[in-house]
Nanobody, 120 residues
């Protein structure tokens, strides 16, 4: 069994920074592509950033230059560093990861989400 847990959200002023973490645990053989999504109130979930197993990162245009996705495979953790935060960044942020278990099965896992609120 594999579990994915997000953390690091909170309340921050405009222009501030946060670092979100997405930590996987369980019977993990390898973690493939990891994707961060956001979901604003009463809106559909949207892709924010992704990173492949080789470290290739992609971002939605609205966060380019402000957000950085990275991974630490020794810790089974992916990070999303968020800088120059804007009120429109306010949302619940979710992590999704394709994980190969030690049993040889590949599944997509979702975390529970972490709230980010950007407000004065």
């Amino acid at each position: 069994q594999v579990q994915l847990v997000e953390s690091g959200g909170g309340l921050v002023q405009p222009g501030g920074s946060l670092r979100l973490s997405c930590a996987a645990s369980g019977h993990i053989f390898s973690i493939k592509t990891v994707v961060w999504y956001l979901q604003a109130p009463e809106k559909q979930r949207e892709l924010v950033a992704s990173i492949t197993s080789s470290g290739i990162a992609n971002y939605v245009d609205s966060v380019k230059g402000r957000f950085t996705i990275s991974r630490d495979d020794a810790k089974n953790t992916v990070y999303l560093r968020m800088s120059s935060l804007k009120p429109e960044d306010t949302a619940v942020y979710y992590c999704n990861a394709f994980i190969v278990s030690t049993g040889g099965n590949t599944y997509s896992y979702w975390g529970q989400g972490t709230q980010v609120t950007v407000s004065s």
